[in-house]
């Protein structure tokens, strides 16, 4: 098991950046893939992008390709979504998940994911 605690979210305008962070603890870090997923109210959590655990791999909902980029640092047990020309339908709690895994395949089903955060929320005004 990992434990998972995000950190950055906030209230900015449509067009802003903002930058979420997610430290890890418990394993070693670079066997987790890691995953950012994220819910609205009254919608179901879905798949924003994720990156293998050597960095090897990414992938990106088609929603945020081209504004959003997953990292991450494994010395510092962090990865980090950086989220940029931020829109009001960004608007969500946003989650940090990590998978176990020693390949580089990518998984972009929540279900596939067995440690979360707590969740930050993230708020795009217009």
């Known amino acids: 098991q990992v434990q998972l605690v995000e950190y950055g979210g906030g209230l900015v305008q449509a067009g802003d950046s903002l930058s979420l962070s997610c430290a890890a603890s418990g394993r070693i870090f670079s066997w987790y893939h890691m995953g950012w997923f994220r819910q609205a109210p009254g919608k179901e959590r879905v798949f924003v992008a994720a990156i293998s655990g050597n960095s090897a791999s990414t992938s990106y909902a088609e929603s945020v390709k081209g504004r959003f980029t997953i990292s991450r640092d494994n010395a510092k047990n962090t990865v980090y979504l950086q989220m940029n020309s931020l829109k009001p339908e960004d608007t969500a709690s946003y989650y940090c998940?990590?998978?176990?895994?020693?390949?580089?395949?990518?998984?972009?089903?929540?279900?596939?994911?067995?440690?979360w955060g707590q969740g930050t929320q993230v708020t795009v005004s217009s």
């Open positions: 998940a990590a998978r176990r895994s020693f390949n580089t395949v990518i998984k972009v089903q929540s279900n596939e994911y067995d440690n």
